[in-house]
C-alpha cells in the first residue's frame, strides 16, 4: 500500500529550525503535485507551501523567506526546512500529494500524510 511518511516534528525554541520529511513508502512513485499544510489548534488548515509538477515552489506569505521546500527523487522524499520560527508556526504539519507511477503504475491522487506536530515555544 502506497503511504506518505512523515517525519521531522518536534519542540523548538523560536529562532530555531527544524526539517520535515515526507516520504513516499510502498511503490516506485514521483511526486507530481504536493503541499504541506499546517493547522493549529482551534484554527483552519491552510496551506503553507508546495509545488506542481516542474514549477517553483510556492509559499504563504506568512512563510515567505523561511521556509524552503525540497525534493530528493531519488529518495522518493520531499523537505520542508523550517528556519527562524516563530510561535505561530506551532501546530500539526500533514504533506498532500499526487504521485505519478514510474514503472507504469497509475496515478495516485489526494493522499495525505499522517502528521507531524511542530511546537515552537521558549
Known amino acids: 500500500q502506497v503511504q506518505l511518511v512523515e517525519s521531522g516534528g518536534g519542540l523548538v525554541q523560536p529562532g530555531e529550525s527544524l526539517r520535515l520529511s515526507c516520504k513516499i513508502s510502498g511503490g516506485i512513485f514521483d511526486f507530481y503535485r504536493m503541499n504541506w499544510y499546517r493547522q493549529a489548534p482551534g484554527k483552519q488548515r491552510e496551506l503553507v507551501a508546495g509545488?506542481?509538477?516542474?514549477?517553483?515552489?510556492k509559499y504563504a506569505d506568512s512563510v515567505k523567506g523561511r521556509f524552503t521546500i525540497d525534493r530528493d527523487r531519488v529518495k522518493a522524499t520531499v523537505y520542508l526546512q523550517m528556519n527562524s520560527l516563530k510561535p505561530e508556526d506551532t501546530g500539526v504539519y500533514s504533506c498532500n500529494a499526487d504521485l505519478e507511477g514510474l514503472w507504469g503504475d497509475p496515478p495516485i491522487t489526494g493522499l495525505w500524510g499522517q502528521g507531524t506536530q511542530v511546537t515552537v515555544s521558549s
Open positions: 509545488f506542481e509538477g516542474g514549477d517553483n515552489p
